[in-house]
């Protein structure tokens, strides 16, 4: 189970989700989010989690999160910034995912069925899909009997609402290939809470072992 810690701005975090074993942390750089990070928070987070990440056979993915900032622009900022992954948050094209490629070859788009009903994995080209509730980072569960796992397919990312004490539910009744969770980790929006992170990544990864 890929397991992603998403809306860091704080270097300890970013090393705690690191060493807990995460696959991956998110910058979310979109105004009015109470997540907006600065490129010198991004740029704690992204080392430290290497640092933290670095006795780890498959590493960490560092991903920067954007919703409305034009796909180009969007690619330079994460390539100057030094992040592995861009993430297309929302209403980007097919267009938009091909024009980011062209500057970081990792892209991901993430979605919600509430805006695209017809959601399929890899149907931008994108890297990974991340099929996210309606509202980003709103920590808002939605109603995962409208998934369906034939047209994801496998390697699709849950988001949206996630905590630690119903990651597991949900991945049982889902069955993604990985899971983000952003709001779920927080004491308050947009303060991590260290210990519920470990509960987290915890109870994903022992949801893992229960249903391998
Ligand atoms: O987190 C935000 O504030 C945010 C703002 C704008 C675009 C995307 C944003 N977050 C993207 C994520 O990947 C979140 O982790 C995802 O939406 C799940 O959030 P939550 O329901 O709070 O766990």
């Not at 997540?35 to 430290?48: K, S």
Request: glycine share 10%; charged share 20%; net charge negative.
């Amino acid at each position: 189970m890929y397991v992603k810690i998403c809306g860091l701005r704080d270097a300890a975090h970013g090393a705690l989700a690191a060493s807990l074993g995460a696959d991956a942390v998110g910058v979310v750089m979109s105004e009015g989010s109470p997540r907006n990070a600065r490129p010198e928070e991004a740029l704690a987070v992204i080392a430290a989690a290497r640092a933290a990440a670095s006795t780890h056979a498959t590493g960490i993915d560092t991903v920067l999160v954007v919703s409305r900032t034009p796909a180009r622009e969007a690619a330079e900022l994460a390539r100057d910034l030094g992040f592995d992954v861009l993430q297309l948050h929302g209403r980007y094209s097919h267009t938009d995912i091909a024009a980011a490629q062209r500057v970081i070859p990792r892209v991901w788009r993430a979605a919600s069925l509430a805006h695209f009903p017809e959601l399929r994995a890899g149907e931008f080209g994108e890297e990974r899909l991340l099929v996210d509730g309606a509202v980003p980072g709103s920590g808002e569960t939605w109603d995962l009997s409208q998934l369906d796992p034939q047209r994801l397919g496998a390697s699709w990312v849950l988001a949206g609402g996630l905590a630690p004490e119903n990651v597991a539910a949900a991945i049982r009744a889902a069955h993604p290939g990985g899971v983000d969770v952003s709001s779920g980790v927080e004491s308050a929006p947009g303060l991590k809470d260290p210990e519920l992170i470990r509960q987290f990544i915890a109870a994903a990864r022992q949801s893992q072992v229960t249903n391998a």
